[in-house]
Protein backbone atom coordinates (compact mmCIF):
# COMPACT_ATOMS: atom_id res chain seq x y z
CA UNK A 1 0.00 0.00 0.00
CA UNK A 2 1.44 3.18 -1.02
CA UNK A 3 0.75 6.97 0.47
CA UNK A 4 1.87 10.17 -0.54
CA UNK A 5 2.28 13.20 1.78
CA UNK A 6 2.14 16.42 0.42
CA UNK A 7 2.55 19.77 2.48
CA UNK A 8 3.45 23.18 2.52
CA UNK A 9 4.94 24.93 5.49
CA UNK A 10 6.70 27.75 5.87
CA UNK A 11 7.91 27.95 9.51
CA UNK A 12 8.84 24.22 10.39
CA UNK A 13 4.72 23.76 11.86
CA UNK A 14 3.02 21.41 9.22
CA UNK A 15 6.21 19.99 8.05
CA UNK A 16 6.74 18.57 11.59
CA UNK A 17 2.84 17.06 11.76
CA UNK A 18 3.68 15.58 8.11
CA UNK A 19 6.93 13.98 9.13
CA UNK A 20 4.87 12.36 12.12
CA UNK A 21 1.54 11.37 9.95
CA UNK A 22 4.75 9.80 8.07
CA UNK A 23 6.30 8.02 10.56
CA UNK A 24 2.79 6.81 11.91
CA UNK A 25 1.70 5.28 8.44
CA UNK A 26 5.38 3.44 8.08
CA UNK A 27 4.94 1.53 11.24
CA UNK A 28 1.70 0.29 9.75
CA UNK A 29 3.38 -0.93 6.82
CA UNK A 30 2.77 1.61 4.10
CA UNK A 31 5.29 3.24 1.78
CA UNK A 32 5.80 6.18 1.84
CA UNK A 33 6.67 9.32 -0.08
CA UNK A 34 6.70 12.92 1.30
CA UNK A 35 6.55 16.09 -0.71
CA UNK A 36 7.20 19.64 0.43
CA UNK A 37 5.49 22.17 -1.95
CA UNK A 38 7.69 25.28 -2.81
CA UNK A 39 6.17 28.59 -3.35
CA UNK A 40 7.15 30.55 -6.07
CA UNK A 41 6.44 34.65 -5.77
CA UNK A 42 4.75 34.41 -2.08
CA UNK A 43 3.95 37.54 -0.52
CA UNK A 44 6.73 38.86 2.06
CA UNK A 45 4.86 40.37 4.17
CA UNK A 46 1.90 38.80 6.62
CA UNK A 47 -0.87 40.81 4.93
CA UNK A 48 0.60 40.09 1.50
CA UNK A 49 0.15 36.58 2.70
CA UNK A 50 -3.18 36.66 3.98
CA UNK A 51 -4.26 38.78 1.28
CA UNK A 52 -3.44 36.06 -1.08
CA UNK A 53 -4.59 33.40 1.03
CA UNK A 54 -8.08 35.52 0.88
CA UNK A 55 -8.63 35.77 -2.33
CA UNK A 56 -7.43 32.69 -3.64
CA UNK A 57 -3.90 33.92 -5.57
CA UNK A 58 -1.85 30.93 -7.28
CA UNK A 59 1.28 30.27 -7.28
CA UNK A 60 3.35 27.79 -9.35
CA UNK A 61 3.81 24.20 -8.24
CA UNK A 62 6.07 21.26 -9.59
CA UNK A 63 4.23 19.31 -11.97
CA UNK A 64 5.96 16.50 -11.81
CA UNK A 65 4.35 14.73 -9.02
CA UNK A 66 0.42 16.20 -9.24
CA UNK A 67 -1.06 12.49 -10.41
CA UNK A 68 -1.79 10.88 -7.39
CA UNK A 69 -2.86 7.58 -8.98
CA UNK A 70 -0.36 5.55 -7.70
CA UNK A 71 -0.94 5.86 -4.36
CA UNK A 72 -4.03 3.89 -2.09
CA UNK A 73 -4.01 7.52 0.29
CA UNK A 74 -2.98 10.95 -0.61
CA UNK A 75 -2.68 12.93 2.50
CA UNK A 76 -2.72 16.73 1.96
CA UNK A 77 -1.45 19.34 4.71
CA UNK A 78 -1.17 22.99 4.78
CA UNK A 79 -1.06 26.17 7.67
CA UNK A 80 -4.25 27.63 7.86
CA UNK A 81 -3.68 31.17 6.46
CA UNK A 82 -6.49 34.01 6.84
CA UNK A 83 -9.16 30.95 7.23
CA UNK A 84 -8.12 28.89 4.30
CA UNK A 85 -5.16 26.70 3.16
CA UNK A 86 -1.68 28.47 1.38
CA UNK A 87 -1.77 29.37 -1.61
CA UNK A 88 0.85 26.91 -2.99
CA UNK A 89 -2.08 24.00 -1.12
CA UNK A 90 -5.16 25.78 -3.12
CA UNK A 91 -2.92 25.41 -6.69
CA UNK A 92 -2.17 21.79 -6.12
CA UNK A 93 -5.14 20.63 -4.96
CA UNK A 94 -6.91 22.72 -7.97
CA UNK A 95 -3.98 20.64 -10.14
CA UNK A 96 -4.16 17.64 -8.78
CA UNK A 97 -6.00 14.69 -10.54
CA UNK A 98 -6.34 11.15 -9.94
CA UNK A 99 -7.84 11.24 -6.82
CA UNK A 100 -11.09 9.41 -7.85
CA UNK A 101 -12.12 6.94 -5.21
CA UNK A 102 -9.08 7.16 -3.19
CA UNK A 103 -8.77 7.83 0.58
CA UNK A 104 -7.47 11.17 1.94
CA UNK A 105 -6.22 12.86 4.86
CA UNK A 106 -6.27 16.71 4.87
CA UNK A 107 -4.34 17.96 7.78
CA UNK A 108 -3.52 21.78 9.14
CA UNK A 109 -1.94 23.61 11.60
CA UNK A 110 -3.07 26.80 12.90
CA UNK A 111 -2.66 29.51 15.28
CA UNK A 112 -5.26 31.02 16.91
CA UNK A 113 -7.67 28.45 15.38
CA UNK A 114 -9.50 30.89 13.74
CA UNK A 115 -11.16 29.43 10.45
CA UNK A 116 -9.25 26.35 11.30
CA UNK A 117 -12.31 24.06 10.23
CA UNK A 118 -13.52 26.92 7.59
CA UNK A 119 -9.76 25.54 5.91
CA UNK A 120 -9.94 22.15 6.09
CA UNK A 121 -13.83 22.03 4.95
CA UNK A 122 -12.63 24.13 1.71
CA UNK A 123 -9.83 21.25 1.29
CA UNK A 124 -12.12 18.56 1.50
CA UNK A 125 -14.46 20.23 -0.59
CA UNK A 126 -12.14 20.18 -3.57
CA UNK A 127 -11.14 17.01 -2.84
CA UNK A 128 -14.37 15.19 -2.58
CA UNK A 129 -15.38 17.16 -6.04
CA UNK A 130 -12.62 15.35 -7.61
CA UNK A 131 -14.06 12.29 -6.46
CA UNK A 132 -12.32 10.64 -3.57
CA UNK A 133 -13.89 8.06 -2.07
CA UNK A 134 -13.26 8.97 1.97
CA UNK A 135 -11.91 12.61 3.38
CA UNK A 136 -10.73 12.47 7.02
CA UNK A 137 -9.26 15.35 8.57
CA UNK A 138 -6.81 16.56 11.23
CA UNK A 139 -5.87 19.77 13.11
CA UNK A 140 -3.07 20.79 15.63
CA UNK A 141 -2.12 23.75 17.26
CA UNK A 142 1.15 24.86 16.10
CA UNK A 143 2.02 25.11 20.02
CA UNK A 144 1.29 22.09 20.18
CA UNK A 145 3.56 20.60 17.83
CA UNK A 146 5.93 19.25 19.99
CA UNK A 147 3.83 17.48 22.32
CA UNK A 148 4.55 14.27 20.34
CA UNK A 149 2.35 11.39 22.32
CA UNK A 150 -0.80 13.72 21.99
CA UNK A 151 -0.16 14.39 18.08
CA UNK A 152 0.21 11.04 17.51
CA UNK A 153 -2.93 9.97 19.35
CA UNK A 154 -4.75 12.16 17.16
CA UNK A 155 -2.97 11.15 13.92
CA UNK A 156 -4.09 7.75 15.18
CA UNK A 157 -7.53 8.71 15.28
CA UNK A 158 -8.16 10.77 12.29
CA UNK A 159 -7.13 7.86 10.46
CA UNK A 160 -9.10 5.23 12.05
C1 LIG B 1 -0.10 34.71 6.55
C2 LIG B 1 -0.58 33.92 7.73
C3 LIG B 1 -1.93 33.83 8.02
C4 LIG B 1 -2.38 33.07 9.10
N1 LIG B 1 -3.73 32.96 9.32
C5 LIG B 1 -4.19 32.18 10.34
C6 LIG B 1 -5.59 32.02 10.56
O1 LIG B 1 -6.44 32.55 9.84
N2 LIG B 1 -5.98 31.25 11.61
C7 LIG B 1 -5.08 30.64 12.44
O2 LIG B 1 -5.50 29.95 13.37
N3 LIG B 1 -3.74 30.77 12.25
C8 LIG B 1 -3.27 31.52 11.21
N4 LIG B 1 -1.92 31.62 11.00
C9 LIG B 1 -0.97 30.87 11.85
C10 LIG B 1 -0.47 29.59 11.13
O3 LIG B 1 -1.54 28.84 10.63
C11 LIG B 1 0.35 28.72 12.09
O4 LIG B 1 1.41 29.44 12.63
C12 LIG B 1 0.86 27.46 11.39
O5 LIG B 1 1.16 26.46 12.34
C13 LIG B 1 2.10 27.73 10.55
O6 LIG B 1 2.48 26.55 9.89
P1 LIG B 1 3.93 26.35 9.27
O7 LIG B 1 4.93 26.45 10.42
O8 LIG B 1 3.90 24.99 8.68
O9 LIG B 1 4.17 27.40 8.24
C14 LIG B 1 -1.45 32.41 9.94
C15 LIG B 1 -0.07 32.54 9.68
C16 LIG B 1 0.36 33.28 8.59
C17 LIG B 1 1.85 33.38 8.29
Not at 8 to 14: A, I, L, M, R, W
Not at 18 to 39: I, S, T
Request: include cysteine.
Amino acid sequence: MKALIVYYSETGNTKKLAQLVGEHLHKEGWAVDERRLQATGEAKSFFGKCLRAFFRFKTKVESTFVVVSPYDLVCFGSPVWAFGPAPAMNTYLDECVGLMGKKVLVFVTYGSGAGKDHCLRKMAGIIKKKEARKVMRLSIAGADISKIEMVQAEIKKALE
